[in-house]
């Protein structure tokens, strides 16, 4: 299994016609992508650890790991990052919307997905970490060498149809978080998703790390697109399904790692979420 991040290529990597990869670490500048007259290109930064923020146009975009921007045709004249804490890695994903409209793939071709993909734009669009995008971007790290290239294929066209079946919010205009409080933020973050099988209150956290409530969830939903109930949600429900999926534990223990401390409640969110029971997720129905 590769476990590191693969090195950067200057030209990237092409993974289908119109599709190309690129990995990178700041302060690398691919600031020229989508700018050699061949366009028009749909491009798409992810980050995967440390900060990087757009600057455009008086706004602000602030990217934190596990969100991803889209610059399209419109908005991609300054599609260049700037990594306030020196500490980045992600990637970069170039789509030729021609090369595309002209030679589809065939895994895409008459699904009119390329025509439900973002329009052209003054801004670019910003997608929040989520358990779906997280799925999506995985497949671009840790797999093994054999596998690595169809994965990385599989995992660009599977981006393009989460970006033609949600509507990406627009951010452009969220008063930007100040970057201390950003820092914190994002320490509650992890410390929420990781320690799932606690319950942490807002009261609780507020007092912990000297915010105001009010601010405290002011400031998750401007990190994070969600307000911290519904954001927590979705990770104990992703990590809910992996543990039926990967592991013989039992619903009433696996409940409990995710932080219910009734198994009815678990089993009622689960359904909420998924549609089928827990025990029927299980067996694969």
């Known amino acids: 299994m590769e476990n590191r991040t693969p090195a950067p290529c200057r030209d990237g990597l092409l993974l289908l016609p119109g599709i190309r990869l690129f990995y990178r670490a700041a302060p690398r500048d691919l600031s020229s992508l989508g700018q050699d007259g061949a366009g028009p290109f749909l491009r798409v930064d992810y980050c995967r650890s440390g900060q990087a923020v757009w600057q455009g146009g008086g706004k602000r975009l602030s990217l934190s790991p596990g969100d991803f921007l889209v610059c399209t045709p419109g908005a991609s004249a300054a599609p260049a990052l700037a990594f306030p804490t020196g500490a980045y890695r992600g990637l970069t994903l170039l789509y030729h919307r021609g090369q595309l409209?002209?030679?589809?793939?065939?895994?895409?071709?008459?699904?009119?997905?390329?025509?439900?993909?973002?329009?052209?734009?003054?801004?670019?669009?910003?997608?929040?970490?989520?358990?779906?995008?997280?799925?999506?971007?995985?497949?671009?790290?840790d797999q093994p060498e054999e596998l690595r290239l169809a994965r990385q294929r599989l995992s660009a066209l599977e981006l393009l149809l989460l970006l033609a079946r949600r509507e990406p919010c627009r951010e452009?205009?969220?008063?930007?978080?100040?970057?201390?409080?950003?820092?914190?933020?994002?320490?509650?973050?992890?410390?929420?998703?990781?320690?799932?099988?606690?319950?942490?209150?807002?009261?609780?956290l507020s007092r912990e790390y000297l915010i105001n409530p009010t601010t405290l969830k002011a400031a998750f939903k401007?990190?994070?697109?969600?307000?911290?109930?519904?954001?927590?949600?979705?990770?104990?429900?992703?990590?809910?399904?992996?543990?039926?999926?990967?592991?013989?534990?039992?619903?009433?223990?696996?409940?409990?790692?995710?932080?219910?401390?009734?198994?009815?409640?678990?089993?009622?969110?689960?359904?909420?979420?998924?549609?089928?029971?827990?025990?029927e997720y299980r067996r694969g129905g």
């Open 172 to 204: 452009a205009s969220a008063p930007p978080c100040p970057l201390e409080q950003a820092e914190i933020i994002r320490e509650i973050h992890d410390r929420l998703t990781r320690q799932m099988e606690q319950r942490l209150t807002i009261e609780a």
């Open 101 to 141: 409209d002209a030679r589809p793939p065939e895994l895409l071709r008459d699904t009119g997905v390329l025509r439900c993909l973002p329009p052209a734009g003054p801004e670019p669009l910003l997608l929040r970490g989520s358990p779906e995008g997280d799925g999506v971007f995985a497949g671009f790290y």
């Open 222 to 279: 401007a990190v994070y697109g969600t307000s911290i109930a519904a954001h927590v949600r979705a990770h104990r429900m992703e990590e809910a399904a992996r543990l039926l999926r990967s592991s013989d534990q039992s619903i009433a223990e696996i409940a409990q790692a995710v932080g219910y401390d009734s198994q009815s409640r678990f089993t009622a969110a689960f359904k909420a979420c998924f549609g089928v029971l827990p025990k």
